[in-house]
């Protein structure tokens, strides 16, 4: 701050312009201490030291040459008093007004310190008003109370990002003060279910749900719960795997979702909190991914937790969420080199040869045949919604990786083609994917009207084709030979024509309008009214079977 010195008139000019004349002296009553007047204001005790000095002494008379700083500040002070008790600055005082500002922040920050300094010694959870030794004897539920949410009944850590100061019902409150992780994963623990439940969820997504997407092996999970179970304590999240904790969770949340109200009703699950359960799953799969890094701890778990999501996320209303979190599947599959998986010769010979493999090469072949399911269900996945973005990720010259064998979970052999296993429904679903992303890169390059629709006809037909000649055998099966099938049979290939009848009308429908007021587009109205009926009709097949889980893709 500049220095002003005193005139020596009687008022000082200095004075009158700060509308203290009164007050203005020239006179020391009890001689001058620079250690009153003129020391620079500490922060322990600034108001006492303000009131020791003189009324007059403060403002005016002769001043040192080495004391003028605090005089200074003792006269903004001053000013700013006056100004406050008269309701403020006058007209004269207008070109000090910056000046009264920069000793109002000064001041405010000498003594915002000293409450900073003093306040650090206490406890953060006591500042927050928490007492840190009464948590341990709450429960979970009354210490995470204001972080809960009415959609998703719990709110990650994700949701503090940058930005971002706190949850919505405590701003002054820091989430990861008063809830680490440790506090995180006993409100995960305390959504878990009895182990017959999980156990009953983990099986029946074995049984009627695994052979949509495939990304799991079936035997090897299993047994990995079941040693998790073995517990003295039961199935304890802190001694797991997180992302390993997400895929059972994923699990419980797409069987749940997709299981009929009666099954669900026979597990012990009523209607109501079927219905909530789903959601709190879903929202624990994505907590425990968050809670383990799985941007940065890149591991296949994460990617199985989010495939085996899919089933659930867009009944329950999450596919814009989905679609984010299978990009970033996409990536660390990417980063684990699940698109260039090597082909080993010694375990192939020895498949096709019948030789006796031993376990660390059944090992090591049901890792590769794991890769391959999780790589062609991204790209299935990717492909399929093209039709929604107008684009893909994923090239097919971009990856080497091949498709899966048809192995069955139990034993890893080779299985007749009369024998349906779950990798026919996914290599069906890849063969049709991948027209769907070759007709989008035609009709991107055609020009023209005419050009467009040669393509689509072009791959109208190309599709049709392929579904006839890329149906498996095990999927093409009569009324006599239904009873030998598994169970989900019947349903995967009720699936399977929803799905290529779908792909159908979304090769035509840039034309479908066109097509009632064009005669040149009329075979798009047929093959769009055909390919609806045959949904219809199939839904409506569906419907009746009571057995029959909840498909996302019948809800399409």
């Keep these: ?153 719990f709110q990650p850590l994700r949701d503090l990002g940058a930005g971002s100061t706190s949850p919505r019902s405590h701003p002054e409150v820091g989430f990861a003060e008063i809830c680490p992780k440790t506090i995180e994963r006993r409100y995960l623990q305390t959504l878990l279910p009895t182990a017959r439940q999980i156990l009953q969820l983990v099986d029946y997504h074995s049984t009627c749900l695994l052979w949509y997407h495939r990304c799991l092996h079936g035997p090897t999970f299993r047994s990995e719960l079941l040693k998790a179970l073995e517990d003295p304590d039961g199935l304890q999240l802190k001694r797991l795997d997180l992302q390993w904790c997400a895929i059972l969770f994923a699990i419980m949340a797409s069987s749940l979702t997709c299981a009929t109200d009666d099954i669900a009703r026979s597990w012990g699950f009523s209607k109501a909190e079927k219905s909530n359960l789903c959601r709190k799953w879903y929202s624990a799969t994505i907590s425990c991914l968050y809670l383990a890094d799985y941007t940065s701890n890149i591991h296949v778990y994460s990617i199985q937790a989010i495939q085996a999501l899919s089933m659930a996320a867009h009944i329950l209303g999450f596919s814009n969420e989905q679609f984010v979190y299978l990009g970033g599947a996409i990536r660390i599959a990417q980063s684990l080199g699940l698109q260039r998986l090597a082909y080993d010769i010694e375990v192939d010979n020895a498949l096709a040869d019948g030789i006796l493999m031993s376990q660390e090469r059944k090992d090591k072949l049901t890792k590769r045949e794991m890769g391959r399911r999780i790589w062609a269900q991204l790209c299935i996945q990717d492909w399929f919604s093209t039709p929604a973005s107008d684009m893909y990720f994923i090239n097919k010259l971009h990856f080497t990786t091949l498709k899966p064998n048809r192995f069955d979970d139990e034993t890893m052999s080779l299985v007749d083609e009369d024998v349906l296993v779950g990798t026919d429904f996914g290599n069906y679903f890849y063969d049709i994917a991948m027209v769907a992303a070759d007709f989008h890169d035609a009709i991107t390059c055609a020009a023209t009207l005419p050009a467009k629709y040669e393509e689509v006809l072009k791959y ?83 419907t009746a079977d009571k057995a029959r889980p909840m498909l996302w893709t019948d809800q399409v």
């Excluded at 008093?81 to 920050?109: E, I, M, W, Y």
């Excluded at 169970?487 to 399977?496: E, N, P, T």
């Design 1 to 153: 701050m500049r220095r002003q010195k005193c005139d020596r008139k009687d008022p000082c000019t200095r004075c009158v312009q700060s509308n203290v004349a009164s007050s203005c002296t020239r006179k020391w009553p009890d001689d001058y201490d620079p250690k009153i007047h003129r020391s620079y204001p500490k922060s322990k005790d600034v108001q006492s030291r303000l009131q020791v000095l003189p009324p007059g002494s403060v403002i005016s008379g002769r001043e040192p040459q080495d004391d003028a700083y605090d005089a200074s500040l003792a006269q903004d002070i001053t000013t700013i008093q006056n100004a406050t008790a008269t309701g403020g600055p006058s007209s004269s005082q207008s070109k000090f007004q910056s000046q009264d500002l920069s000793t109002q922040r000064r001041l405010g920050r000498i003594l915002t310190n000293d409450k900073r300094k003093e306040a650090s010694k206490e406890p953060r959870l006591s500042r927050a008003g928490i007492d840190p030794s009464s948590l341990e004897s709450l429960p979970t539920n009354e210490i995470l109370k204001p972080y809960y949410s009415e959609r998703n009944s």
């Design 460 to 542: 109208d037909s190309r599709m049709r084709a392929i579904a006839a000649e890329a149906m498996p055998r095990s999927l093409c099966f009569t009324d006599a030979t239904e009873n030998s099938k598994p169970q989900w049979a019947r349903w995967a290939r009720s699936s399977a024509d929803i799905v290529l009848a779908h792909k159908l009308i979304m090769v035509h429908r840039n034309f479908l309008a066109k097509s009632f007021t064009d005669q040149r587009f009329a075979y798009t109205r047929w093959a769009s009214i055909a390919e609806s009926k045959t949904i219809l009709r199939e839904v409506e097949i569906a």
